[in-house]
């Protein structure tokens, strides 16, 4: 199954149109956000995995209208960029720490007024990978 994730996911977590040095070491936890009074499906993107990410969310259109959260079940996924990888300032080549895509929607910090068109595509492909982490029962419902 491993091996079909990688194959599958291969475009998603290619490392061939990099910006990121590669003595850096990029590290991403990603959390289905869907569960109240539980903890979240979460798992961790590698150095090699994270790179794609983590361009596909530089020069994307802003987006007026943004969804709103219910406050129960699904909410999105949420990146969490690991510390040991940031500048001064928190920032990974200008991406906040913590980043919400949710309905289309990618917002950048905590506040969600910074928000931008989801334009590659980088929920549904966040939903196939929860399925191939073996969570299918739980998006099955997204």
């Not at 149109?17 to 850096?24: D, G």
């Not at 259109?61 to 909410?75: H, S």
């Not at 080549?93 to 949710?102: A, E, G, M, N």
């Amino acid at each position: 199954m491993m091996l079909r994730s990688v194959i599958v996911f291969f475009f998603f977590i290619s490392i061939a149109c990099t910006s990121i040095k590669s003595n850096q070491q990029m590290i991403i936890t990603v959390e289905l956000d869907v569960f109240n009074g539980r903890p979240n499906p979460t798992w961790t993107l590698k150095t090699e995995e994270s790179v794609k990410p983590i361009n596909m969310l530089k020069s994307l259109p802003p987006v007026d209208n943004t969804p709103t959260e219910d406050g129960l079940g699904y909410r999105g996924f949420v990146l969490s960029i690991h510390p040991e990888v940031m500048d001064s300032k928190g920032m990974v080549k200008d991406l906040p720490t913590s980043i919400r895509i949710f309905q289309g929607v990618i917002f950048m910090g905590g506040d969600k007024t910074t928000s931008y068109r989801d334009i590659h595509n980088i929920e549904k492909k966040l939903i196939i990978q929860a399925k191939q982490k073996g969570y299918s029962s739980i998006v099955d419902n997204i």
